[in-house]
């Protein structure tokens, strides 16, 4: 039962207003146990100024690392392969040119390292860590260019493959990010920072697929 003191407590919509969330995101971590909550007789939520406080503090160090979220790359690329093999059911859009297990493993594992490189840069603290890991996508995207074009893959369905990728780790990222009621501007930058590197990529793969060597003959 919550003490008499009135402003050690503050119902929903004043609690909201301090942490400075909409009072249904608020709702929403009180019932996943993000904070507590004392609930009234008559139903209504109350929230002790402690915790608040501690929340507030909470988010001042700093935005929760996705990867901590469950934004891993084994989850990414899982939702990947769920997104290839419904598309695979109804057309031959993305299909990998080569029959060779070697080389499909090859491409499975630099699809892996790409997801890891782009959930780093999401995550990245500061500039310089940022900057690392966008030119570890670039060496990856290089080498997935080098390998499709000496496969005898075209331009065309090198560009479908790095498309068809794209799709299920943004719809997957945006999920994991709504399940654990991440804030709308996080989720945004988080959604803008990976979107805008896919783009980049997308642009060096076009480039270092042109200048690289095709199958052999």
């Known amino acids: 039962m919550p003490p008499t003191v009135d402003h050690d407590w503050l119902s929903l919509a004043p609690a909201a207003r301090l942490l400075g969330v909409d009072p249904d995101t608020l709702r929403r971590w009180a019932d996943d146990g993000r904070i507590e909550a004392f609930i009234t007789p008559g139903g209504h939520r109350r929230f002790h100024r402690r915790a608040l406080d501690r929340l507030i503090a909470a988010r001042r160090r700093g935005p929760t690392p996705l990867a901590t979220m469950g934004a891993t790359p084994e ?37 892996r390292l790409l997801v890891a490189a782009l959930l780093a840069h999401v995550d990245a ?49 945006g999920a994991i990010a ?40």
């Open 75 to 111: 989850r990414l690329s899982r939702a990947y392969a769920r997104s290839y093999a419904a598309e695979r059911a109804t057309t031959d859009a993305g299909e990998l040119s080569t029959t060779d297990t070697a080389e499909r493993d090859g491409f499975r594992r630099d699809g």
């Open 178 to 217: 709504r399940r654990r009621s991440l804030d709308a501007q996080r989720l945004t930058a988080a959604y803008d920072d990976a979107s805008g590197l896919l783009d980049r990529l997308l642009l060096r793969l076009i480039a270092a697929f042109e200048i690289a060597p095709g199958p052999a003959r």
């Open 125 to 173: 603290p500061d500039a310089e860590a940022r900057q690392a890991a966008e030119r570890e996508a670039e060496t990856l995207t290089d080498e997935f260019a080098r390998r499709l074009a000496a496969g005898g893959t075209s331009l065309t369905e090198a560009v479908a493959q790095f498309v068809a990728a794209r799709r299920p780790f943004l719809a997957e990222l």
